[in-house]
Structures are given as structure tokens and as C-alpha cells.
């Protein structure tokens, strides 16, 4: 089969071997309102109010948001405001620790017997896109009217991260667990498990995991990035492609990151909702890099100064990996729900000046949705959206293969998503 263009990134995976530890708890945690794709959630309680692990604290305002949880048991000192990675303005509940960790005695197992029952149960737990996405896996799980197959990704292709290979490694009984759920309730016959070949002990831990298991395949991928792209993803596993006027879930086929689905397997257990994750940190500026599991809405400057951070010479900070990191504008920013990763650089984003195009095609030939970079970026420059559609814009996966590999440091993938919000508005 042939195989979708990318790029061969330098391998930075310094925590490949790290053991997953925990992190000292913090003494206060600053927990937003937003942590997924939708609408923000409102808060559930007042200052002075006591709560426990678990204990929902922002209530879903509608059918596009997911309740938020308390990740620690302590005293609420303030409610205030929080800037997220977007620019957006939302409401934050600061939480003081009391360093107890007392469990809500809501947190109890949920019945599920039923594919509405595990649609709820995501909604309930404050489910999330776990790879980085914040998507909301209740909808995700409702938009799949009849589930043909589930694609788990595990290939973790951005440099530095190695939060899932080391779960898959650690404990793929959870991963398998959920995948098993997912597919008992659904009704799911086939599922693929798509981990690249530079994570042998993943594999080798997956395959041993789900022998036993009908219907899983372990499928091993090259080291190409952006293997994890959902059409990427879906095109090198199963072979099949996506037409661009239709989703993944129109064609019967479900996919999920493999820390999405250990979670689930863990909710279904234990009835504790998305209240900690694992953070990979690592960077340039970092001399104990480290597989952090952290409670959401902990300072990034706690995990920064447990992987002994070098934080004067920080000069870019990213909520995930280099690719496709959202910038942080302080170290006094809060570790997030779809937070994979923390990674700290010397050199500036986006430093470089940009200079003219010389027409070389290299963006091009990365492409792994074969589009022309180059025209979108004329395209934009005119303000064309009849050109930004002929061009075939919204195939564009926000991979950022065409800005890496450009000799004149052009930021074409950044403008392909200021060319999207122009399409919006049309």
C-alpha cells in the first residue's frame, strides 16, 4: 500500500525510558473553565466552599461542553478569570490543597450495559481528546451512527512526547480494557491499534496484551510524521481514504487515542472522572526530562521545576509538542485536560524572518494530504476563498510539514488556519 507523505523528524524522544511518576501535589491548583473544544463550562461553586477529588466544580451549559472536576480536596480561595491557549477569556476555580486527597463519594462505578450508557458515562466524566485535540468523545462516540471499526491511536509521531507509549508500555492492560469496552458496547468487530516501529516495547507490551482478545490488531507504522493525523491514521491502518466531503464517522469508523481509551476503561472501574494526566516534559532547557502524572490545573512552573528547567533561558513554551504545540504565555499557566505534553525551547517560535518563495515544491512534496501549500498561501494573500476551495483548504490537517521543511521560513501553515477562519466567514 502506498504510503501518505510527511516528514522523518530528528528523534528527540529522551523519555522514551522514563517511568511514569507522580508529582508532588501542589499546593494550589487554578483549574479553567475551558479544557475541550466547545462552550465553557460555569462554575459549580463559591470561595470558601470545601470539595473533594472528583467533586464537580463547572457545571456543562450545553450539549457542546462536558462537566469539570475537582483534581485535589481543599478550600476554594478565589474564583477568577484565565486566559487559555486560544486568547479566550474564560472563569477559573482556584482550589487550596489540603494535601488529604479525600475522594467525592459520587465517584462510584457506573452501570453500562449499553452504548447510550458509555455515551453518557464520557459526558459524565469529563471526557476528552487525550492526544491533545480537548475533542469531546461523548460526540464523537454519538456521531458513529453504526461503528464499523475502531482505530486507536498510539502513534505519538511529535518529537519529545512519550506520554502513551509509555501507558502502552506500563499498563496496556488498561488500553486493551478499554478498547474490549469500547468495542463490547458498540458492537465493534475490528480494531486496529496503529503504533510507529520506534516504540518496539509498546508493541511488543500491546501484542502480548490483547493476544487473547478477537478482532485487535496491533498494526505497526513507519516514523513518519504526522503518522497520528486521524486521515493518516485511518489510511495507513486500514487503507481506507476519506473523501473530503465527508468524516471519518460517516463511513462507520471511530477513533480514539489509546490514553482516551485506558481512561474510559479506568472510569468504568473506578467512577473517578478526568481529574490528572500524564505530561511528558522535556526541551532544550530541560535537564531531567520526565513522564509526569500531574492533577489538572497544577502550575507548568511545578512540573518545570521538577525536570530541573533552566526557565531564564526559556524563550518558547508549548502546551503539547513543537509541531503542533500551542504557545503558553507564562509559566504560571495551568496544566489542562488535553495537556500530552510541556515543552520547553531556548529559541523563539517563529524567530526567523520569513523571505519570498522560491518555488521549490518542498512543501508540497510533504504534504500528506497532497495539497499545494504554496498556492493556499497566495490564495490567502488575495483574500480568494473561490481559490482557497479550489485549492481544497479544508483537507488541511494543521500538520505544520509544510512550514517545517520551507527554506524560506515561510509560516504557511499558520496562515492555512487564518485561511480557514476567512472561509467561516463567507
Sequence with gaps: MKRLNG?????????????????????????????????????????????????????????????IHASVSGTVSALTEYCTVTGETVPCVEISSDGEQILCDTCTPPVLESRDDLIAAAKASGCVGLSGSGDLTFQKLAAVKKPQILIVNGAECEQYLSADSRLMSETPEQAVGGIVLLMKLLKIKDARIGIQTDKPLAIQRMTDACKDEKGITVCPLPPVYPQGAEKVLIYHTCGIVVPEDQTAADMGILVLNVSTCAFLYQYAQTGIPLVERVVTVDGDTIDKPCNLRVPIGTPVKELLEYAACHTDRVRTLLCGGPMMGMLLDSQEASVVRQQNGLTAMRRAKSSVRESACIRCGRCMEVCPMNLMPMELNDAYQRRDPAALQAEHLRLCIDCGCCSYVCPAHRQLAEKNQQAKLLLQKV
Excluded: F, W
Design 7 to 67: 516528514i522523518r523528524l530528528p528523534r528527540k524522544k529522551r523519555t522514551e525510558e522514563k517511568p511514569i511518576k507522580p508529582i508532588p501535589l501542589p499546593a494550589l491548583v487554578r483549574i479553567p473553565m475551558l479544557m475541550h473544544s466547545g462552550t465553557p463550562c460555569t462554575p459549580a461553586v463559591r470561595a470558601g466552599d470545601y470539595v473533594t477529588v472528583g467533586q464537580c466544580i463547572g457545571t456543562a451549559p450545553d450539549e457542546n461542553s462536558v462537566p
